[in-house]
């Protein structure tokens, strides 16, 4: 069984064993080669070499570089387990024969020309190994592999002549990844690294995720922006770079290895000099993934997880490669002021007298309430803190809003009402223990790819059930033990028809019930209506299904639901996810490790720009601005008298700036008239607005309405926190100087405070911080110090710095310490199919792209993988209709229309389609309506019917024939060493009288 990725072994000493004569405590069942490690760190003894072996992802056995005796035995340290009073040799004759033999076998494969290599960054596994070992020469000298080099991938190359075959790039993605793609054909003559069975990349089912490349130990494997660009001898001609590769091979024979190593040692410590490393957070979802970024000047060298909380080694294609929009050629470098219909730059000066006269008329002519603010989810949370202070204390106004309004507030909504807190219950770690997963209306496997890399890993190899509910057939569903296909909107009939099934069976918990949950009779009784007739009717699915499936839910061992836009984005989203809270409490999946509701965030900080307060109805930490108490301590602290009443949300900004109500519309880092629903409707209101700010990187098509456009840094150009999808607070620092007179969003909203009167002094985003951590108890413990490097703490955080990963260990957030059933009516959908609009308009994200694209468009690679924008149609529906992949079609609903490339897909079926969201010209918001889920607001984007309507151009097929979903995965239980070692050439090292030290003399220079 495979380690968790998220979850340490529990490493406790409970024995001991001797190593080279020493007692050691250990854990038994301990890796040994892990016990050996800290025994060298912690003794200062010399490391035992490992060259395959990668903590992250546990032994894979085929570099046969650790070997060590074990009660006499020879064995590979990272295949062999502690065991009380075994006898560990690290050193001796018969042990270094071993290690330099398996070394000497490596380096068969590959040829060390470190000086002039991009890899020779100290970081090298196989160039560290040779100095560790001190190999003077090798026995076997260096073989060419009849293979040449691909390049065929947009971001990385393969290079199969440097490749040792130690398999940690297969390890990876058939045990980390899970995407499968890659395996070794052992049995070759020549073995060698292949993509789906064959050997080029391009066309293969690749995801472009990168773990490959990250564990590679040498420079087989290579972010082509390393190439050229990392050493200070490696940008040059291709001739040039072979004819020092000569040189350096035809003297190594006489002076050995280490004058050679000595020189790369010296080049790759002068690297230091000009290439930066800084952490960072991922900016596109809400995973949370954290890494270092290589930079050189301002070009982004590489992406390299390491051990961030979350990911660890893990990446998906946006947050390794997806960086061109921070050096953009169309990056906002100076503030812009409409000129007619064109705008042209100012200074920073005049744009903020602009903004300063404006707010002020405006306030005086029409009173605070005439300005609005909507604050950014990509933004840091200090940026959202800032945001909501500079309505609230300084214009004096409410109307403060983000865009969780547009996905994640019925998800908050439901969880407030019947667990208190509106986050995931638990940790990505929960989720990869658990007995089973339940994903609701969510698409992890492209949404939130790392997460889902971890249920994939549990589920191959832990045992793990996946049950999936979705519209569409996507990986997750593929992969699935159950997966449903309800009508539209009908979750929350099936998830109660589940729950009355488990009550009326006795297969719930009354004792968790009893003692922790509130209102259980009045939520019995809501249940009455969904009997198993009813369900099926309501929902499609066939009642031994709803049965399968209750008591799956009812037997597991921890339950571990996931949802996303598929839930909230619904007339009834905030009930159905009071649907899904309802069923984990009647069934005692709360208060429990592997266990609890997990809403998928969907932006960086879309977490934390709510719970810094962007929102018209609570201050930072959720604290009510209705709340007089609370109410008094902000205006006490800020010096300041506080508006009382909530404000406006996005949804009703909209509608007061049509109404004449709202005057001043300020935006930080948001693109409304691609994000919002109704596109058309919100594009008119945007026009009438009296004064428009918008604040981003790039010129988005939100800017295109504003007066008055401020450029605002980038991720990668300021520091701040970001909080993910699981509560936690990660730190970001500054790897780049902010592009031309671009300014972090905190600068630019002081600047504006200021002007406004604000008298603000924050000198760092840490200032900012400690003010939220003094007034928000929910923050009390989070101090910079605290997140310092890769440290992080998941809210509720007590003033001790006492940080909580799963929620609700002693109580739930009521007054009186439990949670609370709350029952609810099911709500038909807002916008049904009709003789007219006969479709269903299903739609989301891709893997590849963010969003409509305004950051990965930007990234060339990406676009030649997925160029355009597409609508899925059924293979039942294209024969109907007449049509085949490429063809154009007009899709139309009652509020506008789209002209669209068609493709054929069998994720859809029926009269179902899916339209990808990655398009500015043509978005889906064109299509969708201004119906909203009744509590939140929350647009509902997945009910929408359309007609379609085929149009007589056929183009390519909008998806090209180099796109990973072409692919065909090869499965395997990993690197499968087994065939290796069964190969008639292998023998174990060592063990042959002809295995012995190398011992060639080197000659004196």
């Known amino acids: 069984m495979k380690q968790l990725l998220n979850t340490p072994a529990d490493n406790t000493p409970n024995t001991e064993l001797i190593i080279d004569g020493q007692p050691v405590p250990v854990r038994s069942g301990e890796l040994l080669i892990e016990v050996l490690n800290l025994y060298a760190a912690t003794r200062n003894r010399k490391p035992v070499p490992q060259v395959c072996y990668l903590p992250q992802m546990g032994p894979i056995e085929t570099c046969d570089t650790c070997m060590v005796k074990v009660n006499g035995e020879l064995v590979r340290a990272c295949g062999t387990r502690a065991t009380t009073g075994m006898v560990v040799e690290t050193a001796g004759e018969a042990v270094d024969i071993a290690?330099?033999?398996?070394?000497?076998?490596?380096?068969?494969?590959?040829?060390?020309?470190?000086?002039?290599?991009?890899?020779?960054?100290?970081?090298?596994?196989?160039?560290?190994?040779?100095?560790?070992?001190?190999?003077?020469?090798?026995?076997?000298?260096?073989?060419?592999?009849?293979?040449p080099q691909d390049h065929s991938n947009p971001f990385y190359r393969y290079d199969p002549d440097q490749c040792i075959l130690c398999g940690r790039c297969v390890e990876s993605c058939q045990s980390v990844q899970v995407n499968e793609t890659l395996s070794i054909n052992w049995e070759s003559d020549h073995p060698r690294v292949l993509w789906d069975g064959g050997e080029k990349i391009d066309g293969s089912s690749c995801v472009s995720c990168g773990h490959c490349v990250t564990?590679?130990?040498c420079n087989a494997l290579m972010e082509k922006s390393m190439l050229g660009h990392a050493g200070y001898l490696t940008n040059l001609p291709v001739k040039v770079l072979d004819d020092m590769i000569d040189v350096v091979k035809a003297i190594e024979p006489p002076i050995g290895y280490g004058p050679i190593l000595a020189l790369s040692e010296i080049e790759a410590e002068m690297r230091h000099a000009r290439v930066k490393r800084t952490k960072t957070v991922c900016t596109y979802c809400a995973v949370g993934c954290s890494f270092e970024v290589w930079t050189r000047d301002r070009h982004i060298l590489k992406i390299e997880p390491t051990h961030g909380p979350a990911n660890g080694i893990s990446t998906c294609i946006k947050g390794k490669f997806a960086w061109g929009h921070i050096n953009s050629d169309d990056r906002i470098t100076k503030p812009l002021l409409r000129d007619g219909d064109s705008f042209r730059e100012i200074p920073w000066d005049e744009a903020l007298d602009i903004i300063e006269k404006k707010f002020k008329q405006v306030k005086e002519d029409h009173g605070p309430d005439a300005l609005a603010f909507i604050a950014s989810s990509k933004c840091t949370n200090e940026e959202s803190y800032l945001m909501q202070k500079l309505a609230r204390a300084v214009v004096g106004t409410n109307n403060v809003d983000n865009c969780a309004r547009y996905c994640q507030n019925p998800a908050t909504m439901g969880l407030q009402r019947t667990v208190g807190y509106g986050g995931d219950s638990g940790s990505i770690a929960d989720i990869e223990k658990a007995g089973l997963v339940v994903i609701v209306g969510a698409n992890p496997a492209e949404n939130h790819p790392v997460l889902a890399t971890r249920i994939k890993r549990s589920h191959k190899f832990r045992n793990q059930r996946l049950i999936v509910a979705d519209l569409r057939k996507h990986e997750m569903a593929e992969r699935a033990d159950i997966f449903i296909r309800p009508k539209p909107s009908t979750d929350a009939v099936w998830m109660n028809g589940v729950a009355r099934y488990i009550l009326d069976h006795k297969l719930h918990k009354p004792e968790f019930i009893d003692q922790w949950v509130n209102h259980f009779d009045e939520y019995a009784k809501s249940l009455e209506p969904y009997t198993l007739e009813y369900t099926e009717r309501i929902t499609g699915i066939p009642q031994d299904t709803i049965i399968t499936v209750a008591n799956e839910i009812a037997a597991a061992d921890g339950v571990c639901i996931l949802f996303a836009m598929g839930?909230?984005?619904?007339?009834?989203?905030?009930?159905?996810?009071?649907?899904?809270?309802?069923?984990?409490?009647?069934?005692?999946?709360?208060?429990?490790?592997?266990?609890?509701?997990?809403?998928?965030?969907?932006?960086?900080?879309?977490?934390g720009a709510s719970d810094f307060g962007s929102m018209p109805n609570v201050f930072s930490g959720y604290q009510k601005v209705d709340d007089e108490a609370v109410r008094a301590k902000f205006a006490a602290d800020w010096g300041v008298t506080l508006p009382v009443t909530t404000g406006k949300d996005n949804h009703q900004m909209i509608d007061a700036i049509l109404e004449g109500s709202l005057k001043v519309l300020y935006i930080k880092g948001e693109d409304t008239i691609t994000s919002d629903s109704n596109a058309n409707y919100v594009a008119s209101a945007l026009s009438k607005l009296e004064f428009f700010v918008v604040q981003d990187i790039n010129f988005s098509e939100t800017c295109r309405y504003a007066d008055l456009v401020l450029p605002a840094a980038a991720s990668l150009e300021k520091e701040g926190t970001f909080t993910s999808t699981e509560r936690r607070i990660q730190r970001l620092y500054k790897a780049l100087e902010p592009l031309g007179e671009s300014k972090a969003d905190w600068e630019i909203i002081q600047l504006i405070a200021n002007r406004l009167g604000g008298n603000w002094k924050y000198k760092h985003p840490s200032d900012v911080m400690d003010e939220v951590a003094r007034l928000s108890p929910m923050f009390a413990g989070v101090t910079y110090e605290r997140l310092e490097g890769f440290k992080s703490l998941q809210w509720p955080v007590d003033k001790d710095g006492k940080d909580s990963p799963l929620l609700f260990t002693e109580k739930f957030p009521f007054p009186d310490g439990k949670a609370r059933f709350f029952p609810v009516q099911y709500i038909e959908p807002c916008e049904e199919s009709s003789d007219v609009f006969d479709l269903h308009l299903n739609n989301g994200r891709l893997l590849e792209h963010f969003e409509q694209g305004s950051m990965t468009y930007r990234t060339p690679g990406i676009k030649e993988i997925t160029p355009n924008s597409f609508v899925e149609v059924s293979p039942e529906l294209?024969?109907?209709?007449?049509?085949?992949?490429?063809?154009?079609?007009?899709?139309?609903?009652?509020?506008?229309?789209?002209?669209?490339?068609?493709?054929?897909?069998?994720?859809?079926?029926?009269?179902?389609?899916?339209?990808?969201?990655?398009?500015?010209?043509?978005?889906?918001?064109?299509?969708?309506?201004?119906?909203?889920?009744?509590?939140?607001?929350?647009?509902?984007?997945?009910?929408?019917?359309?007609?379609?309507?085929?149009?007589?151009?056929?183009g390519e097929n909008p998806l090209p024939r180099r796109n990973f979903r072409y692919g065909t995965r090869t499965p395997q239980s990993g690197v499968e060493v087994e065939r290796k070692w069964a190969r008639a050439?292998?023998?174990?090292?060592?063990?042959?009288?002809?295995?012995k030290l190398v011992q060639i003399k080197s000659t004196t220079v």
Request: aromatic letters at 6%.
């Open 99 to 147: 290690q330099r033999e398996a070394f000497d076998r490596i380096l068969q494969n590959h040829m060390l020309y470190c000086t002039v290599c991009d890899n020779n960054n100290q970081n090298c596994t196989i160039h560290n190994t040779t100095a560790q070992l001190d190999v003077k020469h090798q026995s076997r000298p260096f073989t060419h592999k009849p293979y």
């Open 215 to 217: 564990v590679c130990p």
């Open 567 to 607: 839930v909230t984005q619904h007339c009834g989203g905030s009930d159905t996810a009071t649907t899904l809270s309802n069923l984990l409490l009647l069934t005692g999946n709360y208060m429990r490790p592997g266990a609890g509701a997990y809403p998928l965030r969907g932006h960086n900080n879309v977490q």
């Open 878 to 954: 294209a024969a109907e209709r007449g049509i085949t992949s490429g063809r154009y079609v007009q899709i139309a609903s009652p509020h506008g229309k789209v002209r669209v490339q068609v493709l054929v897909s069998n994720r859809v079926e029926g009269k179902q389609l899916y339209m990808s969201l990655n398009s500015i010209t043509e978005p889906v918001n064109k299509l969708t309506g201004s119906f909203t889920d009744r509590q939140t607001h929350t647009p509902a984007f997945k009910e929408t019917a359309v007609s379609m309507t085929v149009l007589p151009e056929q």
């Open 985 to 995: 050439d292998y023998r174990l090292p060592g063990t042959s009288p002809s295995d």
